[in-house]
């Protein structure tokens, strides 16, 4: 090969490396060092959720059987009252009017809830330290508020529950206390 076309080879070559280094170093040039990208937040508010007592939850007047045991039993959803076993239901006399513990709940429109009710509780007869077992049932343990968020929300559930009733169960009014709690989920 002559001289002259080894000298442009080369010269062709260098050039080329040259090009090749400039561009590296244009593309090291124009690397970022730093970056943005726009991010979104939200939120979303609700109202508070309330729990208010319509009734409370009452097995009425019971006559206590003359021998063996009976139960007495409060529907959640109806607030129906039956006795099975000994024993008798009176429709008269102080606390005649049994039927179960209503509530409604308000709060955002369209949200679920939990409902919380403790499996049992004791009452305590006035008066006296007898007690006796209830044992609660409530009509769900979830539930939905009508309606759409924006917008209050209501909803309705009850809770019934059984206590036994022996030949020797002392006689007198019994009292107690049992805690419901609603949450959003």
Not at 122 to 142: F, H, P
């Amino acid at each position: 090969m002559p001289k002259s076309q080894m000298n442009a080879i080369r010269t062709l070559l260098t050039g080329a490396l040259a090009a090749t280094a400039a561009c590296s170093l244009s593309s090291a040039a124009l690397a970022q060092a730093s970056a943005t990208q726009a991010t979104n937040s939200t939120a979303t508010i609700f109202q508070p959720i309330l729990l208010a007592k319509n009734s409370d939850l009452s097995f009425g007047t019971v006559v206590r059987p003359i021998s063996g045991s009976g139960t007495v039993t409060i529907d959640p959803a109806t607030g129906n009252r039956n006795l099975t076993g000994s024993g008798a239901l009176l429709n008269t006399g102080p606390n005649a009017a049994a039927g179960r513990a209503s509530y409604t709940v308000t709060g955002e429109g369209g949200q679920t809830f939990s409902i919380t009710v403790p499996a049992s509780f004791n009452m305590t007869r006035t008066g006296g330290s007898e007690t006796i077992a209830v044992t609660l049932t409530a009509t769900a343990t979830t539930g939905a508020l009508s309606s759409a968020l924006g917008a209050t929300g209501t909803s309705t559930f009850g809770v019934g529950g059984a206590i036994p009733v022996a030949n020797t169960t002392a006689s007198g009014a019994y009292t107690g206390t049992f805690n419901v709690i609603v949450a959003y989920n």
